[in-house]
């Protein structure tokens, strides 16, 4: 009878002590480990005072399908395998996604053991509402894919959650402020449960021009960041009415694109919603 199975793990996403019971018992039971980082997973065991007896394997985003099969094939064959990623939850923009759908597929069992992530941390955090709310994951790095992204979350309702990386993040909260208006309710969550942990509860204009403040500033914007964003307030649009709001501000010498952009920003619209509108009314 196979006894073995796959356990997805959350590990701490700073503080070590927030490290659970069962984490720290898996850590010190399981016969494979498979981590993103082996040195970080071995870390964070002797930080535990927990020696790791099992075998430590790499497992991480360029490596997920050629190892997938022989942790599937020593799960089969009755051993415990455990899947942890460097911080939060594996799958949640970590690797593990495609080993638990071939889990699945294989029909090995499969559980987990809960423990931190950044999301729902930030999320409570933020002072934003947490009834509803999407996770996005990490925005495009290219300027222009990252506007068209964020424009089609222009009259998302929801609160929005992202990951950013500190190098793009005064960039990406600029464009976040030109999608959604200067306006939005944000939070930037900084190195949460750290020594340091920061959360600047701000509209995305101010934000944007702190960040670009700080971004000049010898010790720059340092340490893992989570933005939160207000989903787009209630508004019933009088589309034409915008349109013609639109049409002012070209008549004044603004250009269609921009006019359009900073009317929809304003008014929680899509901006290729009112751009396409404004053209089939010329």
Do not use: W
């Amino acid at each position: 009878m196979t006894t073995g199975g796959l356990v997805l793990a959350g590990t701490p996403i700073g503080n070590s002590a927030d490290a659970s019971p069962r984490l720290r018992e898996l850590l010190a039971t399981a016969d494979i480990v498979a981590a993103e980082d082996t040195r970080r997973v071995r870390d964070l065991a002797r930080r535990l005072d927990i020696p790791i007896s099992g075998r430590v394997v790499s497992y991480y985003e360029h490596n997920e399908a050629e190892r997938a099969p022989a942790l599937l094939g020593a799960i089969e064959g009755g051993a415990l395998v455990l899947l942890v990623t460097d911080a939060g939850m594996p799958a949640v923009s970590d690797p593990g996604y495609r080993l638990v759908a071939a889990a699945a597929a294989a029909q090995v069992p499969i559980t987990c053991a809960p423990g931190p992530s950044a999301v729902p941390t930030a999320l409570a955090l933020s002072g934003l509402p947490s009834d509803r709310f999407t996770f996005e994951g990490f925005l495009p790095r290219k300027a222009q894919e990252r506007a068209r992204f964020l424009d089609e979350l222009a009259t998302e309702r929801r609160t929005m959650v992202f990951f950013e990386t500190p190098h793009r993040v005064a960039e990406a909260v600029a464009a976040a402020a030109a999608a959604f208006g200067a306006d939005r309710p944000a939070a930037l969550c900084r190195e949460l449960t750290k020594t340091y942990e920061e959360v600047l509860r701000l509209p995305l204009g101010e934000l944007a021009a702190l960040l670009a403040k700080r971004e000049q500033e010898p010790a720059g914007i340092r340490g893992e960041i989570v933005l939160v964003v207000a989903g787009a307030p209630k508004l019933e649009a009088d589309l034409p009415a915008l349109v013609e709001l639109v049409k002012q501000s070209v008549a004044q010498g603004e250009r269609l694109k921009d006019a359009a952009a900073s009317v929809a920003a304003a008014h929680g619209v899509s901006k290729r919603e009112l751009y396409n509108a404004a053209l089939q009314a010329d």
